[in-house]
């Protein structure tokens, strides 16, 4: 497993995803359980970073262990997170993708859409409305 170390949540462009996560109204997330043991999470937060496009969208970012990808766990986080934000009355989310990212694909799928680019990322938005 190619893991990064833990410090890497000190730099201060990923700090924000984390920092005081909970304390604003929207922030909000869902872990994925298998037996037991969390093995993934969405969340979304409104902040100024990667995949910001204002200051009404909160910013989407999922996370899911390696060894269960494939069988439908990220896909059900993402349409999980979707219907909350829609029964929240949001219009929009957006995210920052790298663009050799496998998961570009599963976003397509779900509703994102790229709305920018630059050398190495896709900015994307799910239009909820």
Not at 35 to 53: D, P, T
Request: charged share 25%; proline share 2%.
């Amino acid at each position: 497993m190619n893991l990064l170390p833990k410090s890497v949540i000190e730099k201060p462009e990923l700090k924000v995803y984390i920092q005081n996560f909970g304390n604003e109204k929207d922030d909000y997330c869902f872990c994925a359980e298998v037996h037991g043991e969390i093995v993934g999470a969405v969340w979304v937060r409104n902040i100024s970073a990667y995949g910001s496009i204002d200051n009404n969208t909160p910013e989407f970012a999922i996370s899911l262990y390696k060894k269960f990808r494939g069988h439908g766990i990220g896909m059900q986080m993402m349409k999980t997170m979707i219907v909350h934000l829609k029964q929240r009355g949001y219009s929009k989310t957006s995210l920052a993708v790298q663009k050799d990212n496998y998961a570009v694909k599963m976003y397509i799928f779900v509703g994102f859409q790229i709305v920018d680019e630059n050398e190495e990322e896709y900015i994307m938005v799910h239009n909820l409305k």
